[in-house]
């Protein structure tokens, strides 16, 4: 005979759970055994969570909590002063700066590089390099070496080749490049590659002044004409030198002209010019060589060196025509 062991265990399991049950309960005290107990202590209250401390009473006031602190210093500085800075802070630097002058920076601090800067101007030109000789800006730079002759190269032009430092280093002193190569620039506009330019040196400062008055005012340019007013200048600077040469400038401007006009005779480009000394008719550059030498015997420098100026002139104007010349061909209208 099998037994079904399902009820049993059923059974056993019930019989289990109101044994733990019957532990776990007590009864409800009648009122006359609850007048007479004594009151257990509470248990100890168990948590996991983190004390939670109460905060004490904050101050409304920054100043009731940091008595110290700067603000509060200040707060009570101005309760008890004027409200000025220095009364509540005499050792700054301000309050300082304010107690021992008149207000003038210079006068609290004249080493500072503003003051001496300013007692440097009352006592110099006001020019930096006079002031700071030592100064990075005013190491000399390396002088720029000066040459006697240029090549004329593509798009010259006498203004630029004047404001070159090696030549004059100064735009506007181009006249000095035309007058002194005024044998081969027939027109002080129009210059070509391949030109060799004299660059004249030991120029007095009323000739560089001369030459700078003119280019300021000389006019517009235009290409293939010999200006008027650049002629002009021409006169004028020749009449200058005349003016104030020495029996010895006469003599050797007359040598110069001897020696161009030799040159000239050589090419067949000799050439006839008209001057008051020769009673204002036109005459070879050879007769009027004679009379500037007759004027230097007869003690007149400076008519002697304008008259030798002009046949030096025109010799070399000779000279470069015959050359342009030498190559030319029969032109057919």
């Not at 079904?4 to 044994?19: E, F």
């Not at 009151?39 to 004490?56: E, G, H, N, R």
């Not at 700067?70 to 700066?97: I, L, N, Y």
Request: a negative charge; charged letters at 20%; one cysteine or more.
């Amino acid at each position: 005979m099998t037994i079904n062991p399902t009820p049993i265990r059923t059974l056993l399991a019930l019989l289990a759970v109101a044994v733990v049950a019957t532990g776990c309960v007590t009864a409800k005290p009648t009122e006359t055994e609850a007048g007479t107990a004594t009151a257990a202590a509470p248990a100890p209250a168990t948590s996991t969570a983190t004390a939670i401390v109460s905060a004490p009473a904050k101050p409304d006031d920054w100043c009731d909590r940091y008595p110290d602190s700067f603000v509060c210093q200040e707060s009570a500085a101005k309760a008890s002063d004027s409200g000025d800075w220095c009364t509540r802070h005499p050792d700054s630097f301000v309050c300082q700066e304010k107690a021992t002058d008149s207000g003038d920076w210079c006068t609290r601090h004249p080493d500072s590089f503003v003051c001496e800067e300013s007692a440097a101007k009352a006592t110099d030109s006001g020019d930096w390099c006079t002031r700071h000789p030592d100064s990075f800006v005013c190491q000399p730079s390396a002088p720029v070496p000066s040459i006697s002759a240029y090549v004329v190269q593509g798009g010259d032009h006498l203004w630029g080749i004047s404001s070159q430092p090696k030549v004059y280093g100064d735009p506007y002193q181009w006249p000095l490049l035309f007058k002194r190569n005024r044998a081969d620039i027939r027109d002080a506009d129009l210059i070509y590659p391949g030109q060799l330019i004299q660059i004249e040196r030991d120029l007095t400062d009323f000739q560089i002044q001369e030459a700078i008055d003119h280019a300021r005012t000389r006019g517009a340019w235009s290409l293939g004409v010999t200006e008027a007013t650049d002629l002009k200048y021409l006169e004028a600077t020749q009449a200058s030198e005349a003016r104030t040469a020495t029996a010895d400038d006469a003599a050797q401007m007359i040598a110069q002209a001897s020696t161009d006009l030799d040159a000239a005779k050589g090419v067949g480009g000799v050439w006839r010019l008209v001057d008051s000394a020769t009673g204002g008719s036109a005459v070879s550059i050879s007769k009027l060589l004679k009379a500037a030498k007759a004027k230097l015997e007869a003690g007149d420098a400076s008519e002697a060196y304008r008259m030798a100026k002009r046949v030096s002139e025109a010799a070399q104007m000779g000279v470069a025509q015959a050359a342009e010349q030498v190559d030319a061909g029969p032109a057919y209208n």
